[in-house]
């Protein structure tokens, strides 16, 4: 993906002042259209009017309602259009607008799946096989497939498609690469002159270790925490081609009641091959007493 969807600002469709700006707002026109009245019709005998009242006054009651309903609307006009763009539209929204590049929603897919595969929909438009259209097709094979990349190896021709699964290890099974290889090879799909060959992505396992110290106010469970963390980070982040850097995996580490961290091993970074995924295997995390 070229276009990181999430980095880009809410367009401001119409302007969103919160809801004390729209308040004052109203508050000041209601002032001084009781003065223009109070001013132009002196026989009705009008007193000044104190906006400041308490809030159980009628006046008051009717601008606070009307100030809450105009910002309300106004959330829901931006929302609304929003909808028709592909970095916000959601649910049956974002359906629709996938329907238009006709592209549908998988069964028990999620939003952000849907979106990934618009855009490689997108992308791989073209005359020609592209990486981001069979990209496109292995995704669209079976929902098990969590990523699949395309690559080359120097000056051959033959085309790779390593295929990253849901699975915990993210290894795919014969079953799923069977599947993803019939999809590539349709006459309908393949290039007439594109030799295709579907892999599971290598499972590359890393073991960590590091050295913690804690605050002094930290308890000792603290460390299992700081493992979970990383654990649960790099499960998220994990995909094909991702490197795990030293930074990374370090700062995953640094939760609350961690004082610093030093990785033993590896010290360097770990370069992940294109169609390779880093797994974690062991994560030794030394308890190097407490400071400030």
Do not use: C
Request: proline residues 6%; glycine residues 4%; aromatic residues 6%.
């Amino acid at each position: 993906m070229t276009i990181n969807l999430t980095a880009l600002p809410k367009p401001q469709i119409i302007d969103e002042p919160n809801y004390d700006v729209i308040l004052a707002r109203v508050v000041s026109e209601f002032v001084t259209l009781w003065e223009t009245l109070r001013t132009d019709n002196p026989s009705l005998n009008l007193p000044p009017y104190d906006v400041t009242m308490l809030e159980t006054d009628p006046a008051v009651i009717g601008m606070e309602a009307e100030s809450f309903r105009e910002s309300l609307l106004r959330a829901r006009i931006n929302d609304a259009i929003r909808a028709n763009l592909l970095a916000f539209a959601r649910g049956s929204d974002l359906d629709h607008l996938a329907a238009f590049y006709d592209v549908s929603r998988m069964i028990d897919e999620l939003d952000d799946r849907l979106v990934t595969r618009v855009i490689l929909a997108i992308q791989g438009r073209s005359t020609g096989g592209t990486e981001p259209r069979y990209k496109f097709i292995a995704m669209s094979a079976d929902l098990r497939v969590q990523d699949a990349i395309v690559y080359t190896v120097g000056r051959s021709p033959l085309i790779h498609v390593a295929v990253f699964s849901t699975a915990p290890d993210g290894v795919a099974p014969a079953d799923l690469l069977a599947i993803v290889n019939a999809a590539l090879q349709n006459p309908a799909v393949r290039m007439v002159n594109d030799t295709i060959e579907v892999a599971s992505a290598v499972q590359q396992v890393v073991n960590l270790a590091a050295d913690l110290w804690l605050l002094p106010d930290a308890d000792v469970a603290t460390v299992a925490r700081a493992e979970a963390n990383l654990r649960t980070a790099w499960a998220s982040a994990r995909a094909l081609g991702r490197d795990l850097t030293a930074s990374w995996w370090t700062a995953q580490l640094m939760i609350s009641g961690v004082h610093k961290v030093a990785p033993t091993a590896p010290i360097g970074d770990i370069i992940a091959p294109p169609a390779s995924a880093i797994s974690l295997g062991t994560i030794t995390l030394t308890n190097r007493g407490r400071a400030f």
